[in-house]
């Protein structure tokens, strides 16, 4: 009955109710804080990360109590997800629960049996992350990884399902676009386009705020209500803290409950959640600390809409189509309003981009 929660969100939404009915539909579910690299965009170098695994009584009760609604959840953090020694254990647990899980890799330990174990899973989406088409570039912006290695293991993980006849999770090859890397976005797109296995090829703008400090969206950028507040994605720290988003976390907010201590349903209609709902119906979402400072692309009611009239899957596979239309459309103005540099006098140009396999080789034409 997944329609009816996203019913239910969509009339609370278009209705401006701070309670709403339903549930969110989407989670992100740090499921280890550990990492083994140093990446300068990350906010773990500003909030000090624990090595711990979130406990395994965290992990099940959040799927449990999110089982009715959650459509995917996105196992990753502020932690690598292979360092979790339960991740397929957890993948395993969201497929029991009818839940689609997604992660996001820095690929330097993708060895053979890892890649295997990947695609034999219940799996829906992969992302590779890959931050450079350079050495120089991509071990700057991911430092403690070598360019050849986690490269190889990509390659690796690409060719085995490729051998498989495709079978396996989407796999999206993505690099976030920063001014250390922008110039070489045509090559980066280029050869990993050409790779048999590869079902997209992304490049995405930094949403993290640590590389543009000054960026951010104006009081009067917040037209519309944060789809975050209404939808989710809810963002679940190791120890069962919950945030509105994963922005909220990253630019200093506070959690917004424990979901040892409290059921999803009070956390999601809770008191700071109703209040942060209540600021953006009246128009001064941007007035909320990390609101105003967010990086997030705000989406145009009528995308919202569409967000939760669809499955939470068909809408993950057709947000990359959805982002390229809107941002090379012209004639389609206002449907997505990326941050700015708030501070200065220009606005800064959109970095999102997405390009498809399909979309490249059909351009190349």
């Given at each position: 009955m997944r329609w009816l929660n996203r019913a239910k969100l969509l009339l609370g939404y278009w209705g401006r109710r701070t309670k709403l009915a339903g549930l969110p539909v989407e989670f992100i579910v740090e499921t280890t804080a550990k990492c083994n690299l140093y990446c300068p965009m990350c906010p773990r170098e500003t909030y000090k990360q624990p090595k711990e695994d979130m406990p395994d009584g965290v992990f099940d009760r959040l799927v449990r109590e999110a089982s009715a609604s959650a459509e995917h959840m996105m196992l990753i953090g502020l932690g690598e997800?292979?360092?979790d020694g339960k991740i397929f254990e957890r993948i395993g647990k969201c497929e029991t629960h009818g839940i689609h899980s997604l992660i996001s890799t820095n690929g330097t330990l993708l060895d053979e049996a890892t890649c295997r174990r990947i695609l034999d899973s219940s799996l829906a989406h992969v992302t590779l992350s890959f931050d450079g088409a350079t050495k120089e570039s991509f071990e700057y912006h991911r430092k403690g990884a070598k360019f050849e290695r986690v490269r190889d293991n990509f390659l690796r993980l690409t060719r085995m399902k490729h051998e498989r006849g495709g079978r396996g999770p989407q796999l999206v090859v993505q690099m976030v676009r920063m001014e250390g890397n922008a110039g070489e976005v045509d090559d980066f797109v280029r050869f990993w386009s050409a790779q048999p296995?590869?079902?997209?090829?992304?490049?995405?703008?930094?949403?993290?705020?640590l590389m543009r400090p000054d960026a951010g969206h104006a009081s009067a950028d917040w037209k519309h209500p944060c789809h975050y507040l209404w939808r989710g994605t809810m963002y679940a720290k190791w120890n069962g803290d919950l945030y509105p988003c994963c922005q909220s976390y990253m630019l200093g907010g506070e959690p917004v409950g424990n979901i040892e201590r409290e059921s999803l349903e009070q956390i999601w209609n809770g008191a700071p959640m109703q209040r942060m709902r209540d600021a953006h119906?009246?128009?001064?979402?941007?007035?909320?600390?990390v609101c105003?400072?967010?990086?997030?692309?705000i989406p145009h009611p009528v995308l919202v809409t569409g967000s939760l009239l669809l499955?939470?899957?068909?809408?993950r596979k057709?947000?990359?189509?959805?982002?390229?239309?809107?941002?090379?459309a012209k004639w389609l103005p206002g449907l997505l309003t990326p941050p700015k540099r708030v501070t200065g006098k220009t606005a800064e140009a959109p970095l999102v981009q997405i390009e498809t396999t399909a979309a490249r080789r059909?351009?190349?034409r």
């Open positions: 997800p292979f360092l296995g590869v079902d997209q090829v992304r490049i995405k703008e930094d949403e993290t705020n119906v009246r128009g001064r979402g941007g007035e909320i600390d105003g400072k967010c990086c997030t692309t499955h939470g899957a068909t809408v057709l947000l990359p189509a959805v982002e390229r239309l809107v941002y090379f059909e351009s190349d």
